[in-house]
């Protein structure tokens, strides 16, 4: 979003409207060029994001209410989001708990290898979910490394749900570092350097002073984290074993009823993820509202 | 309290320095090295004379042209219309634009699969676009064309947000003062705007790429799945995982991440070039 343009428009107002009508500032386009390029990205945006979102609430509300009511409410169905719901509890706060410790590590001390461990965090978004769910299976599975030590033990990971939540973790891994590292970085650490000489302790210093300043992006780093989680589809098919009830997600229950040209069903669970998504984007907005708000009220203050 | 060594100095004073460290080590290790150091350990049970076999196998080496190939065209399309309409939010202002602003971000937040039953609502042969493509001849779904579509959704939110905060942050006076020296609207976009929006724009279609080559959940729907002519890798990769083909699958896997390991490095050296060049963090 153009946070500078909207806060032009709103410390200097007059600046912002036609001083004479007709008048063309120096960087602005004719009006034939502006209204060209703001009609083909509609028609770009309309054909690639409208058209799939609307088709999805079509085809999941064309049969009415009560369709729709009944195959969410289906016991499979509901299963399927209990274990969505289960996953994303057990993946999303591991990985938010190794966003700030790895923010804090990177953001406020300098060390050797800084940039290696920068770029490795990064890895896990340089693999295919497929692999992801692969690599899951090569160390767990009957034929991995640790698949014969576990099979004594009896413990079952790969094709249920412990094999879910770890490939699930795997691929959301770096979301709230990746969130959380530049935005400390640029806000500095002048400000727990003060708590610290002011006789805080460490855990009073994150608590008090840096997760209160960071926590819009923190906020906004579990919402992307959440909504990968949920979503996460090619990592957890390779693990899942698709037994209905017991380990499908809901991503893939979508896909299992697709698959069995239960069209009206899959599109009514879809329907659901699809809330999750916008849930997600309108968070996004809020959340740069927010902080156009903080920058604006500092503004001011200056 | 004792007092500060050198060492310690350097590295900065805030206490927690070996807990957050080590904790980060130590989780990175568990959750991403450790999964990935399976598929380099499995990988070495193969000869050589076998892994070659199985890459360069005609079905792998078809896998690879459809993968890499849609995906490339998918970040080229995205870059020429992310910047397109990078441009049009950041300098225009008309109604719904914060709408059309939020909607770009859709492909991050909506679940694979989801998108991937969406796109075949729309683009199959009885879709709402696909219905108007059949009697042109153009086959969108269950072709190569319908795993470029599907990859330029996925694609389509990188070269926008990379290229958009550029755009916002750029000085308008150096756009007034080339107007002033005599150039045209036109010349001012292409020998002043555009050479800044280069390395954001290259940062995008090499993260859309990236992004795309590994992408499975929306492909699978609407490419047909055909070996040879719409298969694309993490999909071979998967069949070959069901047939419990192990290390087939993990020899293909290895191609596909030396690749994108590439690709996440040469993306680290053109973000570090966009900071350079326009000294802000892209």
Redesign the interface.
């Given at each position: 979003?153009?946070?500078?343009?909207e806060e032009l428009e709103r410390l200097e107002p007059a600046a912002a409207a036609d001083p004479v009508p007709g008048f063309r500032?120096?960087?602005e386009?004719?009006p034939w060029?502006?209204r060209l390029?703001?009609g083909?990205?509609?028609v770009?945006?309309t054909?690639?994001?409208?058209?799939?979102?609307a088709?999805?609430l079509?085809?999941a509300l064309r049969g009415g209410v009560e369709v729709w009511l009944a195959a969410i409410t289906q016991p499979d169905a509901w299963a399927a989001v209990k274990l969505t719901l289960l996953v994303a509890a057990i993946a999303v706060p591991l990985n938010t708990l190794?966003g700030v410790?790895?923010a804090?590590?990177?953001t406020?001390?300098?060390?050797r290898g800084q940039n290696l461990?920068l770029?490795?965090?990064?890895?896990?978004?340089?693999?295919?979910?497929?692999?992801?769910g692969?690599?899951?299976?090569?160390?767990f599975?009957g034929?991995?490394?640790f698949g014969p030590w576990l099979q004594e033990h009896g413990v079952r990971i790969v094709f249920a749900v412990p094999g879910i939540v770890l490939a699930t973790?795997?691929v959301t891994?770096p979301f709230v570092a990746r969130e959380l590292i530049?935005f400390m970085?640029?806000q500095g650490?002048e400000e727990?350097?003060a708590a610290?000489v002011m006789g805080a302790?460490?855990w009073q210093?994150?608590s008090r002073v840096t997760v209160p300043n960071v926590r819009w992006s923190l906020l906004y780093g579990v919402i992307?984290c959440n909504?990968r989680a949920?979503?996460?589809?090619?990592a957890v098919?390779?693990v899942s074993g698709h037994i209905r009830g017991l380990t499908n997600t809901?991503?893939?229950h979508?896909?299992v009823l697709?698959n069995e040209y239960a069209f009206r069903a899959?599109?009514a669970s879809?329907s659901l993820?699809?809330l999750?998504?916008?849930l997600?984007?309108?968070a996004?907005?809020l959340m740069e509202w927010q902080q156009l708000r903080a920058r604006t009220a500092w503004e001011r203050a200056k | 309290m004792g007092g500060l060594t050198p060492s310690r100095a350097r590295r900065g004073v805030l206490p927690g320095f070996g807990l957050s460290t080590g904790f980060t080590i130590f989780y990175l290790g568990l959750v991403v090295l450790l999964p990935l150091s399976a598929v380099a350990l499995k990988a070495s049970e193969l000869t050589l004379a076998q892994a070659w076999d199985i890459v360069t196998s005609p079905r792998a080496l078809a896998s690879y042209r459809i993968s890499f190939g849609a995906a490339a065209i998918g970040a080229a399309i995205n870059t020429v219309f992310g910047v397109l309409v990078a441009w049009v939010l950041a300098r225009y202002r008309f109604p719904g634009r914060s709408l059309v602003d939020a909607v770009v971000d859709l492909p991050f937040a909506l679940p694979t699969a989801v998108s991937g039953i969406a796109l075949l609502a729309v683009y199959a042969r009885t879709g709402w676009i696909g219905q108007w493509l059949e009697p042109l001849g153009v086959k969108s779904a269950f072709s190569p064309l319908g795993v470029v579509i599907a990859l330029t959704f996925i694609g389509l939110p990188f070269v926008v947000r990379t290229v958009q905060p550029v755009l916002e942050d750029a000085e308008v006076e150096v756009e007034e003062a080339a107007a002033v020296l005599g150039a045209s609207r036109w010349q001012t976009f292409l020998r002043v705007i555009l050479p800044t929006l280069v390395p954001p724009a290259l940062t995008g279609f090499a993260l859309a790429f990236a992004r795309a080559l590994g992408e499975y959940g929306s492909v699978v729907f609407i490419s047909g799945n055909l070996p040879l002519r719409t298969e694309i890798t993490p999909l071979l990769i998967m069949t070959k995982l069901e047939q419990y083909d192990y290390a087939g699958a993990t020899a293909i896997a290895t191609v596909m991440l030396v690749a994108s390991f590439a690709l996440l490095f040469s993306i680290n050296g053109l973000q570090a070039w966009t900071r350079r060049r326009v000294g802000i963090a892209a």
């Amino acid at each position: 979003m153009s946070v500078r343009a909207e806060e032009l428009e709103r410390l200097e107002p007059a600046a912002a409207a036609d001083p004479v009508p007709g008048f063309r500032r120096a960087h602005e386009d004719p009006p034939w060029v502006r209204r060209l390029l703001i009609g083909v990205a509609l028609v770009f945006l309309t054909g690639f994001l409208l058209l799939p979102a609307a088709a999805v609430l079509w085809e999941a509300l064309r049969g009415g209410v009560e369709v729709w009511l009944a195959a969410i409410t289906q016991p499979d169905a509901w299963a399927a989001v209990k274990l969505t719901l289960l996953v994303a509890a057990i993946a999303v706060p591991l990985n938010t708990l190794f966003g700030v410790a790895a923010a804090w590590s990177l953001t406020r001390f300098r060390f050797r290898g800084q940039n290696l461990l920068l770029t490795l965090i990064d890895l896990p978004f340089g693999v295919s979910p497929v692999i992801a769910g692969m690599c899951t299976v090569l160390l767990f599975g009957g034929q991995g490394l640790f698949g014969p030590w576990l099979q004594e033990h009896g413990v079952r990971i790969v094709f249920a749900v412990p094999g879910i939540v770890l490939a699930t973790v795997f691929v959301t891994f770096p979301f709230v570092a990746r969130e959380l590292i530049p935005f400390m970085q640029q806000q500095g650490k002048e400000e727990e350097e003060a708590a610290l000489v002011m006789g805080a302790s460490g855990w009073q210093i994150l608590s008090r002073v840096t997760v209160p300043n960071v926590r819009w992006s923190l906020l906004y780093g579990v919402i992307l984290c959440n909504a990968r989680a949920m979503g996460e589809f090619g990592a957890v098919s390779v693990v899942s074993g698709h037994i209905r009830g017991l380990t499908n997600t809901l991503p893939l229950h979508v896909e299992v009823l697709y698959n069995e040209y239960a069209f009206r069903a899959a599109f009514a669970s879809a329907s659901l993820l699809f809330l999750l998504a916008l849930l997600t984007l309108v968070a996004k907005k809020l959340m740069e509202w927010q902080q156009l708000r903080a920058r604006t009220a500092w503004e001011r203050a200056k | 309290m004792g007092g500060l060594t050198p060492s310690r100095a350097r590295r900065g004073v805030l206490p927690g320095f070996g807990l957050s460290t080590g904790f980060t080590i130590f989780y990175l290790g568990l959750v991403v090295l450790l999964p990935l150091s399976a598929v380099a350990l499995k990988a070495s049970e193969l000869t050589l004379a076998q892994a070659w076999d199985i890459v360069t196998s005609p079905r792998a080496l078809a896998s690879y042209r459809i993968s890499f190939g849609a995906a490339a065209i998918g970040a080229a399309i995205n870059t020429v219309f992310g910047v397109l309409v990078a441009w049009v939010l950041a300098r225009y202002r008309f109604p719904g634009r914060s709408l059309v602003d939020a909607v770009v971000d859709l492909p991050f937040a909506l679940p694979t699969a989801v998108s991937g039953i969406a796109l075949l609502a729309v683009y199959a042969r009885t879709g709402w676009i696909g219905q108007w493509l059949e009697p042109l001849g153009v086959k969108s779904a269950f072709s190569p064309l319908g795993v470029v579509i599907a990859l330029t959704f996925i694609g389509l939110p990188f070269v926008v947000r990379t290229v958009q905060p550029v755009l916002e942050d750029a000085e308008v006076e150096v756009e007034e003062a080339a107007a002033v020296l005599g150039a045209s609207r036109w010349q001012t976009f292409l020998r002043v705007i555009l050479p800044t929006l280069v390395p954001p724009a290259l940062t995008g279609f090499a993260l859309a790429f990236a992004r795309a080559l590994g992408e499975y959940g929306s492909v699978v729907f609407i490419s047909g799945n055909l070996p040879l002519r719409t298969e694309i890798t993490p999909l071979l990769i998967m069949t070959k995982l069901e047939q419990y083909d192990y290390a087939g699958a993990t020899a293909i896997a290895t191609v596909m991440l030396v690749a994108s390991f590439a690709l996440l490095f040469s993306i680290n050296g053109l973000q570090a070039w966009t900071r350079r060049r326009v000294g802000i963090a892209a």
